[in-house]
């Protein structure tokens, strides 16, 4: 299979392309980026691209399987409106150029609580995504709702701390439907998602993550 990916440079990114390269049923990994991935390997094609300008690389995007797991804070984008361009308008002109170019298999890593009519910004606006990217009728769509990341290295001290208490909560049995994620799990999840023969919508949530991560597909 050939794989397509946005948000390569991201920590779920980079867990899922390496996995990707790892992994037998993969002959190719095209990652559309804006800056180089320093990884030097045969099965890596990497697209140095202007997520403002599809124009200029739609035709790059052609595979069996792309994988949208693209996004950024407010506070790293500066604003909602900046956020809402990476987070809602580059994924959804990603799989917009995907489903244009007969991709049959999109898989997108959402968030926990995403419901295009919440009253919380980031909540609504993925849950936007979600909507935009069911309606373009791909013959099969995979949405993962994760929860809080486990991040190696992260830099998001909010992040660090929730994760910290959540954990310790979890020790003490408490809070165990919000145990935090490590994004090599659900990058695992994702793969192995792609490996399901099946078409129609799944929306995977954060409970069934863990499980599904270490379900064999093969």
Same mark, same amino acid.
Request: no cysteine; proline share 3%.
């Given at each position: 299979? &050939? $794989?397509l990916v946005i948000g390569a440079t991201g920590a779920t990114g980079k867990d899922l392309v390496n996995k990707l390269l790892d992994d037998k049923d993969f002959s190719k990994v095209d990652v559309f980026v804006r800056k180089p991935l320093n990884i030097d390997n045969p099965k890596l094609n990497t697209h140095i691209v202007d997520f403002e300008k599809p124009e200029e690389w739609k035709d790059l995007v052609k595979g069996d399987v792309a994988f949208s797991c693209l996004g950024t804070t407010? &506070?790293? $984008?500066?604003? &909602? +409106? *900046?956020?809402?361009?990476?987070?809602?308008?580059?994924?959804?002109n990603f799989a917009k150029t995907a489903k244009e170019n007969e991709v049959d298999d999109y898989i997108l890593v959402s968030s926990y609580g $995403? /419901?295009?009519n919440s009253k919380i910004f980031y909540s609504k606006m993925k849950g936007e995504l979600e909507q935009e990217v069911k309606n373009l009728h791909f013959n099969k769509i995979t949405i993962f709702q994760p929860g809080m990341l486990d991040r190696k290295d992260s830099e998001r001290p909010a992040e660090v701390l929730g994760g910290k208490i959540i954990k310790f909560a979890n020790k003490l049995g408490a809070l165990k439907s919000q145990k935090p994620l490590p994004t090599d799990v659900l990058a695992q999840a994702m793969i192995n998602s792609s490996k399901i023969k099946s078409y129609g919508y799944s929306k995977i949530k954060l409970g069934s993550i863990f499980s599904f *991560? +270490? &379900? /064999?597909?093969?």
């Open positions: 299979m &050939k $794989a407010l &506070k790293t $984008a500066g604003s &909602k +409106e *900046a956020q809402r361009k990476v987070d809602f308008d580059y994924q959804y $995403a /419901n295009p *991560a +270490e &379900k /064999n597909h093969d």
